[in-house]
């Protein structure tokens, strides 16, 4: 973790906010792609179950219910002795049987497995044996002779229709098993989404949490830590210790550039005691000068001194002014170089400064991306949302059907009460259309079974669809937070892209400042050289002084010499 985050610091500054901004933009890759692959498999899901699925338990249903309708069609016919009431039941079974066959033909196209067409291919064999021998059964009916109608219809045709409903049911518990299987495949694709979509917002989070801290916080120590040795170095302490330097990014070229201005200063400081140093050997040498001068004056005649004198001050004034406009000269170009070298860094720490603000600028830019990338995905979950309601209208409406049937059934349960209750008024004859009526009723209190099946079933398919419309609703939720977050690291950025700024300023400032004192030493410069014209005129004169008393000097040598050889 350690050599990770010693790694990071190394970088400069535009690479982490870029490698920042990619790993983001990567993770929103990934739940970006998690959404669609999941919206995808729901799609999937929700085509197979509207085009196959439903249509299989709707035809199904309702051909269950058609063959209802065909066999109390037939009952009631052997219940019925007026004329009328038996052609208006053999219209309706003509229509009914109708209705049973388009059924068939309507849900053949559907079938999907071989035990799917096993039982619908017995369901047909045995209609078609239930129709063959229902003309018999209408034919005795129409005779008046219900009682051999009813025992026809209990010994032949009852098997068959029990042989083809129990087909049909058999078929119908397979539709419903297969919507059971998309309703739980439904429920894991959410399930499955919602937890890997959830993870990737988490870790993106986190991970832009970090990062951002961690460049704040690098940039943030990094400028403190070059700020304070820049102060102290301005109020001319030089023996301050600039950190960073050597590091491969902005931080490390600053701390160059300010090492470099250290290390200026600190050679104008060796310059300056170098010339303290000359100036104090001169004075020295002027001294030991002035100590034989007089110790020859002492020994010079009176009338030697008072020229000689005059000769030798007006020479050493002459000297001096020399000596002091050199070395002032000498002076203002050490200085002027120092200064020139000066303005050099100053400018290097303004260029830095303005790579930072660019830099800073840049990943305001990608940070503004990186909050329209989360604004797509929110926009795409809300998408996945629309689609999972638009599939429960759907679970409503096959549920307001199967109330339909429901309604059917429980009239018919009502009439076969009815029945009940006049059969036992006719008494023993009305034993069969007691059976019928029995019968009726058990047909009646299958179809409620099977309605309450369908609705158990859609209610699971709405609880699904529900769940589904939750998560999807929730990875909106955290997709837009993580938008929010980005806004803030935005922010942030501008705020530190204006702190870069103002310190770019401020060196501007001290460029200009380095300029004006390079300007006075050049003016400093210029009055020494004036200074040196005027100690060349008074040397000339001085000379000419000492010609005129060369003679005299001549003379005291001799003197000196006769002194000497004495």
Known sequence: MRS???????????????????????????????????????????????????????????????????????????????????????????????????GMRAYEPLIESDRERELFDAFRREWQGYLGAIPAILEESRAGRKDLAMRENL????????????????????????????????????????????????????????????????????????????????????????????????????AGAVQVFKEGGLEAQRLAALQAEADAAKMRRAELLDRITRGFEAQAGSLTQDLTAAASEMEMTATSMTDIAERASRQAVTVAAAATQTAGNVQQVAVATEELATSVQEIN???TKSAEIAATA?????????????????????????????????????????????AARAGDAGRGFAVVAAEVKQLADQTARATQEITERIGAIQSATTGAVDAMQGVGRTIHDMSGITTHVAAAMEQQGAATQEIARNIQAAAC???????????????????????????????ILAARSDHLSQTVQTFLAEVRAA
């Open 155 to 254: 010994k032949t045709v009852r098997p068959r229709i029990k042989a083809a409903a129990d087909a049909l049911d058999a078929i119908v518990a397979l539709d419903n098993a297969a919507g059971d299987s998309a309703v739980r495949h439904g429920q894991d694709t959410a399930s499955e989404a919602y937890a890997l979509m959830l993870a990737l917002s988490v870790a993106s989070l986190t991970l832009a949490v970090f990062l951002s801290v961690a460049i704040v916080r690098s940039i943030g120590a990094g400028m403190r830590a070059v700020l304070e040795p820049m102060r102290r170095l301005a109020a001319g302490d030089f023996s301050v210790t600039i950190p960073h330097q050597g590091e491969a990014n902005e931080i490390g070229q600053i």
């Open 4 to 102: 990770a985050t010693a790694w990071f610091s190394r970088l400069s500054i535009g690479r982490r906010l870029i490698l920042t901004l990619g790993l983001v933009i990567g993770c929103l890759l990934m739940i970006d792609t998690a959404s669609f692959h999941a919206l995808t498999s729901m799609a999937g899901n929700e085509r197979e179950f509207g085009s196959s699925i439903l249509p299989r338990i709707r035809h199904a249903g309702k051909l269950r219910g058609d063959v209802i309708d065909v066999r109390v069609s037939v009952l009631n016919h052997i219940l019925y002795s007026e004329a009328e009431r038996m052609r208006k039941e053999e219209e309706a079974l003509s229509s009914k049987s109708v209705l049973v066959n388009e």
């Open 365 to 367: 830019g990608q940070v």
């Open 513 to 543: 400042g380095t300029e004006q004192v390079t300007g006075h030493i050049d003016a400093v410069r210029q009055g020494a050289g004036e200074t040196g014209s005027a100690a060349t005129q008074v040397l000339d004169t001085a000379r």
């Open 378 to 422: 929110v926009a795409r979950a809300q998408q996945a949302d629309g689609i999972i309601r638009d599939l429960a209208a759907s679970a409503d409406q096959i549920g307001t059907a199967a109330n339909l049937i429901s309604g059917i059934a429980a009239q018919t349960n009502l009439l076969a009460l009815n029945a009940t209750i006049e």
